[in-house]
């Protein structure tokens, strides 16, 4: 790709990064809302929605539909590797997250990746009762999440009143939350429209692609979703959307795949994407437990997302 050609796919992923910093700023604000006027912490209010990201749901039905599993399973390993390693290790490098998590939330964190496993269990094509089964789950974790959030004190008393703003009335809450979302949502395209057009000329293996490429595109807002409201003191906000989109990412998604578009697993999600996601969870787990992901924990996950980024460039 020449630097003339390229200059459009960079205007293209620079604006999408400027529509997510603004509407990311104004989802914190919807999502705190919602959470006061609801009396849920926003933390359970940004897990359930900041969470929810239909373009990762979108790419992977389509893809496994195609038989496209390297891709279709890359939504949901290669995306969650993403979350955990680049984008949580990037956003404590830039804004160190500061937040205390219930126990029984960090069990659900840690777990959840585990049970990702199940599809995998059988050889062969991904049966459809795991699908059933991985929803279900994703409806009590989320129902568990929510729960255990209504007394929990997530960050300390001088931040919260540090973050504290005006009141907010249930339209302007809503329509706050509405527009982030939509407005995320149509950045984020552009960032991984951008993005995919810088790369797409590059000749690289379909494990690449599906496991690392494809799921760094989509998410490449997640450091932003990451960053933007641990810097304004919600950091309870930016770990409900952590543990959310995870949430979303290994128990919903990989749910709706199993379920409605079984796919063939291939052997290196088996051997290298579902230990190597574990191994990662765990981890952050154990810095999470520790009250956030300092900038030195941050880098320690910068370094395994690289680290995995290498391994599926040389398997095959």
Same mark, same amino acid.
């Given at each position: 790709?020449?630097? %003339?050609?390229?200059?459009?796919?960079?205007?293209?992923?620079?604006? /999408?990064? =400027?529509?997510?910093?603004?509407?990311?700023?104004?989802?914190?604000?919807?999502?705190?809302?919602? %959470?006061?006027?609801?009396?849920?912490?926003?933390?359970?209010?940004?897990?359930?929605?900041?969470?929810?990201?239909?373009?990762?749901?979108?790419? /992977?039905?389509?893809?496994?539909?195609?038989?496209?599993?390297?891709?279709?399973?890359?939504? =949901?390993?290669?995306?969650?590797?993403?979350?955990?390693? +680049?984008?949580?290790?990037?956003?404590?490098?830039?804004?160190?997250?500061?937040?205390?998590?219930?126990? /029984?939330?960090?069990?659900?964190?840690?777990?959840?990746?585990?049970?990702?496993?199940?599809?995998?269990?059988?050889?062969?094509?991904?049966?459809?009762?795991? /699908?059933?089964?991985?929803?279900?789950?994703? %409806?009590?974790?989320?129902?568990?999440?929510?729960?255990?959030?209504?007394?929990?004190?997530?960050?300390?008393?001088?931040?919260?009143?540090?973050?504290?703003?005006?009141?907010?009335?249930?339209?302007?809450?809503?329509?706050?939350?509405?527009?982030?979302?939509?407005?995320?949502?149509?950045?984020?395209?552009?960032?991984?429209?951008?993005?995919?057009?810088?790369?797409?000329?590059?000749?690289?293996?379909?494990?690449?692609?599906?496991?690392?490429?494809?799921?760094? =595109?989509?998410?490449?807002?997640?450091?932003?979703?990451?960053?933007?409201?641990?810097?304004?003191?919600?950091?309870?906000?930016?770990?409900?959307?952590?543990?959310?989109?995870?949430?979303?990412?290994?128990?919903?998604?990989?749910?709706?795949?199993?379920?409605?578009?079984?796919?063939?697993?291939?052997?290196?999600?088996?051997?290298?994407?579902?230990?190597?996601?574990?191994?990662?969870?765990?981890?952050?787990? +154990?810095?999470?437990?520790?009250?956030?992901?300092?900038?030195?924990?941050?880098?320690?996950?910068?370094?395994?997302?690289?680290?995995?980024?290498?391994?599926?460039?040389?398997?095959?």
């Amino acid at each position: 790709m020449s630097a %003339g050609s390229a200059l459009p796919a960079v205007a293209v992923f620079l604006g /999408g990064v =400027v529509l997510v910093v603004w509407a990311t700023e104004r989802l914190v604000h919807g999502l705190v809302g919602i %959470g006061t006027l609801l009396r849920v912490a926003p933390f359970a209010v940004s897990a359930v929605l900041g969470g929810m990201e239909a373009e990762n749901v979108a790419v /992977g039905l389509a893809a496994g539909s195609r038989g496209a599993a390297e891709v279709a399973l890359g939504t =949901v390993f290669g995306g969650s590797i993403v979350l955990v390693c +680049a984008a949580l290790g990037l956003g404590a490098l830039i804004a160190p997250l500061r937040v205390r998590l219930p126990r /029984g939330v960090l069990v659900t964190f840690a777990v959840a990746p585990v049970l990702a496993g199940l599809p995998l269990a059988f050889g062969g094509t991904t049966p459809r009762w795991t /699908g059933a089964v991985l929803l279900l789950a994703f %409806g009590a974790a989320m129902g568990y999440v929510v729960r255990a959030s209504r007394t929990h004190r997530f960050i300390d008393d001088d931040e919260v009143e540090e973050a504290r703003e005006k009141p907010a009335t249930p339209l302007r809450a809503i329509v706050l939350t509405v527009l982030g979302i939509g407005v995320v949502t149509a950045g984020g395209e552009l960032v991984a429209s951008g993005a995919t057009r810088l790369i797409s000329d590059v000749g690289l293996s379909a494990g690449l692609v599906g496991m690392v490429l494809t799921p760094a =595109v989509v998410e490449s807002d997640e450091v932003i979703r990451q960053v933007v409201p641990a810097r304004s003191g919600r950091h309870d906000v930016s770990a409900g959307n952590a543990v959310g989109t995870l949430l979303w990412f290994v128990l919903f998604n990989l749910g709706l795949i199993a379920l409605l578009t079984p796919v063939q697993v291939p052997r290196l999600t088996r051997m290298l994407d579902y230990p190597f996601l574990c191994g990662a969870s765990w981890l952050a787990t +154990a810095f999470l437990a520790r009250g956030g992901v300092r900038r030195t924990a941050g880098a320690t996950l910068v370094a395994l997302a690289v680290a995995y980024a290498v391994l599926r460039g040389v398997l095959r």
